[in-house]
Every structure is written in C-alpha cells, then in structure tokens.
C-alpha cells in the first residue's frame, strides 16, 4: 500500500498560480501518479496523471498548457504547477496513485487508481 499526502492548496486570484505536491509513502516508481479534481455539484475529474514507467503525462483538455505535472523520485512527490487559474479550477483536489501492475486505469475518471489521498482545496476568485 502507499498513502498520499496532497499539499500546496490555497485562495489565489484568477491568473495567478499555485504548485501542488502529492507526498507518497512508498517509491513511486512503482505507481502512476494522478491528479482530480471535484468542484461542488460537479463529478471528480481527472486533471493530469505521470507514468513511473516511461515518464509520459496526460492532461485534460482543460488544462492543457497550463498546468504541469512533474515528479522527484528523490522525494517520492509530484508536482502539479498550475498557471493562469480561473475560477473554473476551483474545486478540491486529490491525487491517486494506481501500481504498475499492468492493469487498465483511466486518467479521466479515476478508474483503477487504488490509492487516494486527502484532497487540498484550490480557491480561485475573480
């Protein structure tokens, strides 16, 4: 098992920026590492996800070429650098963790992530 830790939440105003950390208790060569969010009333979502094995990352339409995801195998953490937030990121959020077992997982929707941390909340106002 690992547990995650998400940090790095907070208020901002739109187009500033905040970077997240998802802390994980185990080396996360092992893992795919996601980010979600859920606003209120709204579905979870994935915003961006990093693979252990080839270091390839996926990102939402959303958020593309605005947010980064990045990792640190040295702190066993990924980074989610978020840029030019609008009020429309507002929402909670989590990163999940899914072992290298070979099994399907799905980046949009949080299928086949076994993991989950606590979320951090992300406030952007206008």
């Known amino acids: 098992d690992v547990q995650l830790q998400a940090s790095g939440g907070g208020l901002v105003q739109a187009g500033g920026s905040l970077t997240l950390s998802c802390a994980a208790s185990?080396?996360?060569?092992?893992?795919?590492i996601g980010w979600f969010r859920q606003a209120p009333g709204k579905e979870r979502e994935g915003v961006s996800c990093?693979?252990?094995?080839?270091?390839?990352?996926w990102y939402a339409n959303s958020v593309k070429g605005r947010f980064t995801i990045s990792s640190s195998k040295a702190r066993n953490t990924v980074y989610l650098k978020m840029t030019s937030l609008q009020p429309e990121d507002t929402a909670v959020y989590y990163c999940?963790?899914?072992?290298?077992?070979?099994?399907?997982?799905?980046?949009?929707?949080?299928?086949?992530?076994?993991?989950w941390g606590k979320g951090t909340q992300v406030t952007v106002s206008s």
């Open positions: 999940a963790a899914s072992y290298n077992s070979g099994s399907y997982y799905d980046q949009a929707s949080g299928y086949g992530f076994e993991f």
């Open positions: 185990a080396f996360i060569d092992n893992f795919a």
């Open positions: 990093i693979s252990s094995v080839d270091g390839s990352t």
